[in-house]
């Protein structure tokens, strides 16, 4: 096997989550009986940096992933006799399969070697690697210290359990994470923390500056996304096949996927699996705007999908749209930990942040691993907006947890 994650990284400690500044309610309405109120007062603000989906490639040039019954020899045997070279090994055990990364020689096509591929009778899948990005970019200059803005009022209670993310390394040295239970491992990426998987974990699990909606709970990031020269962070499906896997044996209550591109069938059986392991699966929808569809893995049925709102209950100018909408939260303009201090950043990614350790309060997800039934009881809680009734843009409306959970 080649490749092998690093150690894992953690914080432990315990903190007091800081008290945000007392907001006022639109309509009076609270998000799902968990004390989660909109703010709507008139304070400034730094300007959130805008999270737009950046053109990248579709998939990494010349290189296909094969998933086989077999070992390393047998893939080795594979790849000699469809005529591509063997880059990487790795058992995938949730599917009881290995998964290997074949090259393409000079001169050869896509579309001829899959086709070998597909002919050898111990293949089981053949797909690209595709590659995935979190949500767009991070430009906003760094935010004033917490204190000066505030934009909901979070559940008093915290939570339990384990929640996990498919992200960038995260910086436990910030702030808000200090006072976390928190571990990761790294799938293929340098362990240098990043700005999303920072910020995402702050919204998750934050304790003071920054506090998350599933402040409590245990947190594992499956690291498998980095930035590149551009500033866009990316991930490919190799390792976020490795990743979507050690999270699967783990078997969260809630998976939180701040991350989109193409469909790709070998994470689809990955998703297909947790999903039938009980595992709450949130995906955001994409920033490619009113025009472009929902992202995969927002896509696919095992995922709830995450769209995002401002404060005026507003849909987020960049939320790409669809059928596939679920329910909608906050997340323009959101207060976030980044490595160094903080930030103001807004997109889908952060919505589905809110809503994922949301979920971590509902025991459909925490206590009773049934993500069928979790979506069934959002769907009815939601708070419908923009034409009656389900929509291609809020979905089933803010998401809401009901009382009693």
Same mark, same amino acid.
């Given at each position: ?10 914080? =432990?400690?315990?903190? =007091? ?106 293949? =089981? ?34 939570? *339990? ?158 939320? *790409? ?85």
């Amino acid at each position: 096997m080649i490749g092998a994650d690093a150690g894992p990284a953690s914080a =432990q400690v315990n903190g =007091q989550a800081q008290q945000p500044v007392e907001p006022q309610s639109r309509r009076g309405i609270g998000l799902g009986g968990i004390g989660l109120s909109i703010s709507l007062g008139k304070k400034r603000r730094p300007q959130a940096s805008e999270q737009i989906d950046q053109p990248v490639d579709a998939a990494v040039n010349g290189e296909l992933i094969i998933t086989i019954k077999g070992d390393a020899t047998e893939a080795r045997r594979i790849a000699d006799r469809a005529q591509v070279g063997l880059a990487e090994t790795w058992p995938l055990a949730s599917l009881d399969s290995l998964m290997a990364v074949v090259r393409l020689r000079p001169g050869d096509s896509t579309e001829t070697a899959t086709a070998r591929l597909r002919a050898i009778d111990t293949v =089981q899948l053949v797909v690209a690697n595709t590659i995935y990005q979190t949500m767009g970019r991070s430009e906003s200059k760094a935010a004033p210290a917490p204190g000066w803005f505030a934009s909901a009022r979070l559940p008093s209670d915290s939570v *339990s359990g384990q929640i996990a993310m498919i992200d960038t390394p995260i910086d436990f040295s910030a702030e808000p994470l200090k006072a976390t239970r928190a571990d990761q491992s790294f799938f293929g990426v340098p362990a240098n923390a990043g700005i999303h998987g920072t910020a995402v974990a702050s919204l998750l699990i934050g304790q003071r500056g920054v506090t998350g909606s599933a402040r409590g709970a245990q947190l594992f990031n499956a690291a498998a996304f980095k930035q590149d020269g551009r500033g866009v962070t990316t991930g490919v499906t190799s390792n976020l096949a490795k990743a979507l896997d050690a999270v699967v044996q783990r078997r969260p209550a809630v998976l939180v996927l701040a991350f989109g591109g193409n469909q790709n069938a070998l994470l689809a059986q990955l998703l297909d699996v947790a999903y039938q392991r009980g595992v709450c699966v949130v995906a955001a929808v994409g920033n490619g705007g009113p025009n472009t569809p929902v992202a995969f893995p927002a896509s696919h049925k095992a995922s709830f999908a995450i769209t995002a709102i401002d404060e005026q209950f507003s849909i987020y100018a960049h939320a *790409s749209r669809g059928s596939a909408v679920s329910v909608a939260g906050v997340g323009v303009a959101q207060l976030v930990a980044v490595p160094g201090g903080y930030r103001v950043m807004s997109g889908t990614s952060f919505a589905t942040a809110s809503v994922g350790g949301a979920l971590m309060h509902l025991n459909a997800c925490a206590r009773d691993h049934r993500p069928d039934q979790a979506r069934s009881i959002t769907v009815d809680a939601a708070l419908d907006l923009g034409p009656r009734g389900r929509d291609t843009i809020f979905g089933a409306g803010l998401f809401r947890l009901p009382t009693g959970r």
